[in-house]
């Protein structure tokens, strides 16, 4: 077992986690403030975004940046950085850098290191959503954001539909409403959902209801701000919800056909949602069984 006690003296710098505010500056820690001034580096997911951050707070510290495109050649620099005894803050743009984020690279290395890693506690959107979304607050499954594409979407929530826990997802403004159709197509109409928009911020929000409302919300009105979504736990799994408007399987292909499935693919989307035998469902489809 490798043990490092996170505070014990080393030849090493350390790694600082330093969550950032998701939309009100007040809500920097004054620990937070102290680590970004006293560290010799800091790596930002946007080193533009988080000058400025820097700028409202008065801190002139060295930048580097480190995100999806660039960690394969950044993460073994910050590393040689640390071995030689520099301490490093990294950040995100807003909220807990690594959730939903990047970071978990540059913490796995240091860890694999034997670097000491100090995370900071600090404003999370998932969680600051939770516990004022009036759904059960745990347990929960934190989800994060789902792949962009429905069939992607549908397959990963119908891993999820039986889950009695509360469900938390990111997702963008320009993408809420193909998300909450993959949801009501995997969850069902009536299933309790909470969305939170613009948290922190002057235009914070909470819109809840059911799937069926949320999705006949986002089809009407313009959809502004990033929204956490909160889908309450499934409270009868043994109940397999289907696709709003479906009455039959058949009802269902012939949607899914429409919003773009090749007929194979939304003949077994629709078997596995339902329970039915594909071959079964695809005969009924194509009128073999005659």
């Not at 969850?187 to 969305?195: A, M």
Request: charged share 25%; glycine share 6%; with cysteine.
């Amino acid at each position: 077992m490798q043990r490092v006690r996170s505070f014990q003296t080393t030849d090493t710098g350390t790694l600082y986690l330093v969550p950032t505010p998701i939309g009100n500056l007040g809500d920097m820690t004054f620990r937070a403030l102290d680590i970004l001034k006293a560290v010799d580096l800091i790596a930002a997911e946007d080193t533009r975004h988080t000058q400025q951050l820097l700028n409202h707070f008065e801190i002139k510290q060295c930048l580097v940046s480190l995100h999806e495109h660039n960690y394969e050649q950044r993460v073994p620099q910050l590393i040689a950085d640390l071995q030689k005894g520099l301490d490093v803050a990294q950040c995100s743009d807003a909220g807990m850098p690594s959730i939903s984020d990047p970071g978990k690279e540059l913490v796995a290395a240091a860890t694999q290191a034997g670097i000491p890693v100090v995370a900071l506690p600090g404003p999370n959107a998932g969680l600051t959503a939770l516990i004022a979304s009036g759904l059960v607050p745990q347990p929960f499954t934190f989800y994060g954001f789902l792949e962009r594409k429905h069939q992607q979407q549908v397959t990963a929530l119908l891993k999820l539909k039986q889950r009695p826990e509360t469900l938390i997802f990111y997702e963008a403004p320009h993408r809420l409403k193909k998300t909450l159709q993959s949801m009501v197509e995997a969850f069902g109409e009536e299933r309790r959902v909470v969305l939170a928009r613009e948290l922190t911020k002057r235009y914070e929000e909470y819109l809840r209801g059911t799937l069926g409302e949320a999705l006949a919300w986002a089809e009407t009105e313009t959809v502004r701000g990033e929204f956490v979504v909160l889908v309450a736990g499934n409270d009868h799994p043994d109940k397999a919800p289907t696709a709003r408007g479906a009455a039959d399987p058949i009802q269902q292909i012939n949607a899914e056909v429409a919003r773009g499935l090749s007929t194979n693919a939304a003949i077994k989307l629709v078997a596995k949602q339902r329970g039915l035998k594909r071959q079964e469902l695809y005969r009924q489809y194509h009128g073999l069984n005659d």
